[in-house]
């Protein structure tokens, strides 16, 4: 069955790092376009960064560039995100997502997605 698992999450000082994780089952993600996607307490989903390693292109929106990367570890299989210079409004539940269909761009475009339960990310001090 193909899984997303994510880890990483937790308790960041503002201005401070953390390194979020996406691991996949059965699939190399290496090969699909794979997002980490946010949810804030009264907001809408968006999407934090894409990457389609295979095609060697990454996508963040303003809110993050600069401050958040992302990567693809071939040894491990994972998808992560470094989120250094963290602000409170970082706050939010991150979700990884990977679209399995080819024709997906560079992020994942709704042909077969799967989703990673979440990890909780909170910015305070």
């Known amino acids: 069955q193909v899984q997303l698992m994510e880890s990483g999450g937790g308790l960041g000082q503002p201005g401070g790092s953390l390194r979020l994780s996406c691991a996949a089952s059965?699939?190399?993600?290496?090969?699909?376009?794979t997002a980490w996607y946010r949810q804030a307490p009264g907001k809408e989903r968006e999407v934090v960064s894409c990457i389609k390693h295979s095609d060697g292109r990454t996508y963040s929106p303003d809110s993050v560039k600069g401050r958040f990367a992302i990567s693809w570890d071939s040894a491990k299989n994972t998808v992560d995100l470094q989120m250094n210079s963290l602000k409170p409004e970082d706050t939010a539940v991150y979700y990884c997502?990977?679209?399995?269909?080819?024709?997906?761009?560079?992020?994942?475009?709704?042909?077969?997605?799967?989703w990673g339960q979440g990890t909780l990310v909170t910015v305070s001090s």
């Open positions: 059965e699939f190399p993600l290496e090969h699909y376009a």
């Open positions: 997502a990977v679209d399995l269909d080819e024709r997906a761009g560079l992020c994942p475009g709704g042909y077969i997605e799967v």
